[in-house]
């Protein structure tokens, strides 16, 4: 149970571990092998191209992170109309069908039932809203019909 335990341990840390053994054979090429040493200039080389790679990665985690901070507006489109806006919008992080279709029951006029849109249940709203969460586009437009429109206060 014990050995069980410290491995886990171990696969929790293991970039730390990593880390901390790259350290420490860098440690031993400078004082047990010398500077000048072949192994000395591959390590500052080594060095150098993760330092360039790590912050690589960062920029581009920081693109991600702040792309998933972009609002997405909510529009109607009714047949061949201009889209029309629900003043409604949500964070891509936040981005789900239960998200949409709570802030729609926000603007619905009758409070005790539930809209219907025949939108919610076609597989094409799915990849609409999958588009959106993958950052293909920054809005998200509801085909739907006047006399589903009327279910809606957009005042």
């Known amino acids: 149970m014990r050995g069980l335990e410290s491995m886990k341990i171990l696969m929790q840390n293991r970039i730390l571990i990593v880390f901390g053994l790259i350290v420490v054979f860098g440690i031993f090429i400078r004082y047990f092998i010398g500077e000048n040493s072949f192994l000395w200039a591959l390590y500052g080389v080594l060095d150098t191209a993760s330092a360039v790679a790590l912050a690589s990665l960062a920029f581009l985690g920081y693109m991600e992170y ?14 061949d109309q201009e889209p029309i806006d629900t003043k409604l919008s949500i964070l891509r992080k936040n981005f789900s069908r239960s998200e949409v279709f709570g802030l729609l029951g926000m603007i619905q006029k009758d409070a005790k039932g ?17 588009a959106v ?14 006399e589903e429109l009327m279910q809606f206060d957009m005042h």
């Open 66 to 79: 702040s792309k998933s901070e972009n609002k997405i507006k909510i529009y109607f489109k009714v047949d």
């Open 133 to 146: 969460q993958r950052g293909d586009t920054d809005s998200f437009v509801i085909p739907i019909s006047n």
């Open 114 to 130: 539930r809209f219907d849109i025949s939108y919610s249940r076609d597989k094409t709203m799915l990849d609409a809203l999958h």
